[in-house]
């Protein structure tokens, strides 16, 4: 807890009134710094049918028709002991787990399974990112039609489908997040203005639900949820009657050649070695060595544009996903350096991210296979509860515990002295319950609006 006795006169600004209501959610600044590092719950609840939108035909089998392991308390748990303070939850509605295609009714069944592993993570006291994931494709690859039709079609159906999620999860507290999506796949800028109505549907069926969804922290992705796209593309954010409760997400798959091919291709050759500490000279295997461009000082200017674009603005930034390939290469020497880049990666990632104030959420799998050189990105082996990648494990650790400081947003207090506040000398000052008080009253007090410490 933050000592006031040493701090100057302080500034805050509150939601919209001068009075405080213990209904309202903390902003996205005051969770944001508190969520990280955060684990991706995937393979899971957003497994598929195949890609049959508006059925009901994968039911709660889906569950584990991606991955083996149904998900438990005990699962998370586990998940939590490794030090982890997020869960991200992808999750698929349209695609499987709609009752009734035409009103879009989603399967009540399904919506109570999905609560009950909410509530294994809000038990343990971690935050949750639930968002709508692929979910069959039915938005995030309709971009190459950005008629007026296709999208006021797409967004009343987008309206429907949040708000049956928002209404089944509107009395949850501020550890559960909202993601309108997961991946949108825009770029260009006509494709952007496309994704930016969709999410304005999103944020607007949430909010009509009211109760804690009046205030919660809503997640909105940026174009392909690419760092460059989002940072060319994504100039212009939906609009949010409840200030400060937005967040942005990207993910972060690079260098694809040492992230995530699996199988050289005609434009480059699989990647095992990243960092230069880690490169292996001579031979084939220097053919396996991931230039020098695309290493640690790529990831630190990478996520310097997220910091510049909206963090130094107020804005946290979600790293949804990252991850990299663990891939048995077949040869003991150079097995110890692949692990050590898997390590540096990871280690890297979290690093730079923490202190440019991007929350990462490292992609997990739970297949414990490594395929040869073809690779996995799991990292814990869910149904034995153990470490599957230790090197990818050690990385995060020591990533989290390298970053010197937390980049991201603060509550939003600026040094103000008291006497230079925005009200009058005759503006009526309140407590945080809204009552009115003297004007010498110690402590955190409101007037005209804005929150201050008067000592």
């Given at each position: 807890?933050?000592?006031?006795?040493?701090?100057?006169?302080?500034?805050?600004?509150?939601?919209?009134?001068?009075?405080?209501?213990?209904?309202?959610?903390?902003?996205?600044?005051?969770?944001?710094?508190?969520?990280?590092?955060?684990?991706?719950?995937?393979?899971?609840?957003?497994?598929?049918?195949?890609?049959?939108?508006?059925?009901?035909?994968?039911?709660?089998?889906?569950?584990?028709?991606?991955?083996?392991?149904?998900?438990?308390?005990?699962?998370?748990?586990?998940?939590?002991?490794?030090?982890?303070?997020?869960?991200?939850?992808?999750?698929?509605?349209?695609?499987?787990?709609?009752?009734?295609?035409?009103?879009?009714?989603?399967?009540?069944?399904?919506?109570?399974?999905?609560?009950?592993?909410?509530?294994?993570?809000?038990?343990?006291?971690?935050?949750?990112?639930?968002?709508?994931?692929?979910?069959?494709?039915?938005?995030?690859?309709?971009?190459?039609?950005?008629?007026?039709?296709?999208?006021?079609?797409?967004?009343?159906?987008?309206?429907?489908?949040?708000?049956?999620?928002?209404?089944?999860?509107?009395?949850?507290?501020?550890?559960?997040?909202?993601?309108?999506?997961n991946e949108p796949n825009c770029d260009n800028q006509d494709k952007t203005d496309a994704l930016v109505r969709y999410e304005q549907a999103f944020i607007d069926a949430v909010r009509a639900t009211g109760g804690n969804n009046a205030t919660r922290t809503l997640v909105v992705q940026g174009p392909s949820t690419d760092i460059d796209n989002t940072n060319k593309y994504y100039t212009?954010?939906?609009?949010?009657?409840?200030?400060?409760?937005?967040?942005?997400?990207?993910?972060?798959?690079?260098?694809?050649?040492?992230?995530?091919?699996?199988?050289?291709?005609?434009?480059?050759?699989?990647?095992?070695?990243?960092?230069?500490?880690?490169?292996?000279?001579?031979?084939?295997?220097?053919?396996?060595?991931?230039?020098?461009?695309?290493?640690?000082?790529?990831?630190?200017?990478?996520?310097?544009?997220?910091?510049?674009?909206?963090?130094?603005?107020?804005?946290?930034?979600?790293?949804?996903?990252?991850?990299?390939?663990?891939?048995?290469?077949?040869?003991?020497?150079?097995?110890?350096?692949?692990?050590?880049?898997?390590?540096?990666?990871?280690?890297?990632?979290?690093?730079?991210?923490?202190?440019?104030?991007?929350?990462?959420?490292?992609?997990?799998?739970?297949?414990?296979?490594?395929?040869?050189?073809?690779?996995?990105?799991?990292?814990?082996?869910?149904?034995?509860?153990?470490?599957?990648?230790?090197?990818?494990?050690?990385?995060?650790?020591?990533?989290?515990?390298?970053?010197?400081?937390?980049?991201?947003?603060?509550?939003?207090?600026?040094?103000?002295?008291?006497?230079?506040?925005?009200?009058?000398?005759?503006?009526?000052?309140?407590?945080?319950?809204?009552?009115?008080?003297?004007?010498?009253?110690?402590?955190?007090?409101?007037?005209?609006?804005?929150?201050?410490?008067?000592?």
């Open positions: 807890m933050i000592s006031l006795r040493n701090l100057f006169v302080s500034l805050a600004v509150l939601s919209g009134t001068a009075s405080y209501s213990q209904s309202h959610l903390p902003d996205a600044s005051t969770i944001a710094s508190k969520m990280y590092p955060g684990w991706n719950l995937g393979n899971t609840m957003e497994a598929n049918n195949g890609g049959q939108v508006f059925t009901n035909n994968i039911g709660l089998a889906g569950e584990t028709q991606w991955q083996s392991t149904k998900t438990t308390q005990e699962v998370i748990n586990y998940v939590k002991e490794q030090g982890f303070k997020s869960v991200r939850i992808p999750c698929n509605w349209v695609c499987g787990h709609i009752s009734n295609a035409a009103d879009y009714t989603i399967d009540t069944n399904w919506i109570n399974r999905v609560k009950e592993v909410v509530d294994y993570c809000i038990n343990d006291g971690l935050y949750v990112l639930l968002n709508d994931h692929y979910d069959g494709g039915w938005v995030e690859t309709s971009f190459t039609d950005t008629s007026n039709a296709t999208i006021e079609n797409n967004c009343a159906v987008m309206k429907s489908i949040w708000t049956q999620i928002a209404n089944a999860f509107k009395d949850y507290d501020e550890h559960l997040l909202f993601g309108g999506l212009s954010l939906p609009t949010d009657p409840a200030d400060g409760r937005l967040m942005v997400e990207v993910h972060f798959y690079s260098p694809w050649q040492f992230s995530g091919l699996e199988e050289d291709a005609d434009w480059g050759k699989m990647w095992f070695f990243w960092g230069a500490a880690n490169h292996v000279s001579g031979g084939t295997w220097s053919t396996r060595n991931s230039t020098s461009n695309y290493e640690e000082s790529f990831v630190k200017s990478q996520f310097q544009k997220m910091k510049a674009q909206f963090v130094d603005k107020g804005i946290p930034v979600i790293l949804g996903e990252y991850g990299c390939q663990w891939r048995n290469v077949g040869n003991s020497s150079a097995q110890k350096k692949h692990d050590a880049s898997v390590k540096l990666f990871h280690k890297t990632v979290n690093h730079y991210a923490i202190e440019n104030g991007l929350i990462p959420f490292v992609w997990d799998i739970n297949v414990q296979n490594q395929n040869g050189t073809k690779g996995i990105m799991s990292v814990i082996n869910r149904g034995a509860k153990s470490i599957y990648c230790t090197p990818a494990m050690e990385g995060i650790t020591e990533g989290v515990n390298a970053a010197s400081k937390w980049g991201g947003p603060t509550s939003g207090i600026v040094k103000i002295p008291f006497e230079q506040r925005a009200a009058s000398g005759n503006a009526l000052i309140y407590n945080l319950s809204g009552q009115r008080v003297h004007s010498d009253t110690k402590g955190v007090v409101i007037v005209a609006g804005k929150k201050y410490v008067q000592k």
